[in-house]
């Protein structure tokens, strides 16, 4: 029973149209599921993936009106994206100079080759060259070249004052293994875990930033992030966070129809997220028109009429 890497994250944007057209346009993602925050209804939730919506792929968006982030520690604070080769990284960094993004030079960073950015709304992101290994599914609609596609999450940064707490949980709760650390942005040593055959789609960097202050969710930030089982491990992995709830509380089972999920903090406040690869995207409309219309998962079906009355209008989404 084991993680497999990272299956999606899931940020805040106060600005749904415009986020849109930054993934879809200027990064060339696939929209591959437009539905609604199950636990609010009221808001947008936006899925962005490769061409076949694979797990490891998502990266989604909650849509909340909300003033932006105030950055500091405990907190998720940048998201890798994954490319193939130092000819896209530079392929990329025209393109983000051409649309006026804010990015930094390409630069080495734990060993890989890596080009930072941040979406409108202060969104931190990277680019990092994942040397093409794995399977890669591009977008035939896409405006960037398939060679030159992302390709998927990975790796995931976080920030924690101290590692000891977060390091308990990561190794013997979620089987995590550490196995190196380096020297990030003013000498932050930054501790790298790794998941199941690790690689860059199954890592996750904890920074140890004890001198920042708290960070306040908004638009801007991450809201959470989710790990990758297989299906059928699903039942033993809610029953070993079940046993150990008087330490880290958790959700429980949570149905989310596209997958089953569960949830609980690490010792440091960030959620965490443990979902199923199956069954999919496509479990309610053609794998050929994902993202074309408003998707509800059967049991908010019979209130489709009340829920879009109650969504703000996204023009200029299809």
């Known amino acids: 029973m084991q993680l497999t890497g990272i299956h999606h994250l899931t940020a805040i944007t106060a600005r749904p149209a415009d986020n849109h057209g930054f993934y879809t346009g200027t990064l060339g993602m696939r929209l591959v599921k437009k539905t609604v925050n199950q636990d609010d209804v009221s808001a947008y939730h936006l899925f962005y993936a490769d061409g076949e919506a694979s797990p ?128 990030g942005p003013d000498a932050t040593k930054t501790l790298v875990y790794e998941i199941g055959d690790g690689g860059p789609a199954a890592e996750l960097h904890v920074a140890i930033e004890p001198g920042l202050p708290v960070a306040e969710q908004g638009a801007g930030a991450v809201h959470h992030v989710a790990f990758r089982i297989p299906d059928q491990d699903y039942g033993a992995w809610a029953d070993r966070l079940k046993s150990v709830r008087n330490r880290v509380p958790s959700s429980g089972p949570v149905d989310r129809f596209y997958f089953r999920s569960l949830y609980f903090r690490e010792p440091n406040g960030i959620l965490f997220e443990i979902a199923t690869d199956g069954p999919g995207f496509a479990a309610d409309e053609p794998k050929e028109t994902l993202g074309e219309r408003l998707a509800l998962p059967p049991f908010l079906e019979p209130r489709r009429a009340e829920i879009e009355r109650g969504l703000k209008p996204l023009a200029t989404i299809p």
């Not at 990092?128 to 896409?142: R, V």
């Open 56 to 183: 490891g792929s998502d990266l989604t968006f909650f849509d909340f009106r909300v003033r932006p982030e105030r950055r500091g520690t405990h907190s998720i604070t940048r998201t890798g994206l994954r490319v193939a080769g130092e000819a896209s990284l530079r392929w990329w960094a025209e393109r983000l100079a051409s649309e006026e993004v804010r990015h930094g030079a390409i630069h080495e960073r734990d060993g890989r080759l890596t080009l930072d950015f941040e979406d409108a709304e202060g969104q931190r992101l990277a680019l990092i060259d994942d040397g093409g290994a794995g399977d890669a599914y591009a977008w035939a609609k896409s405006s960037v070249p398939a060679e030159h596609q992302i390709r998927g999450l990975g790796p995931i940064t976080m920030s924690v004052p101290k590692s000891a707490p977060t390091d308990m949980v990561l190794r013997d709760l979620m089987g995590m293994r550490q196995v190196r650390d380096y020297d």
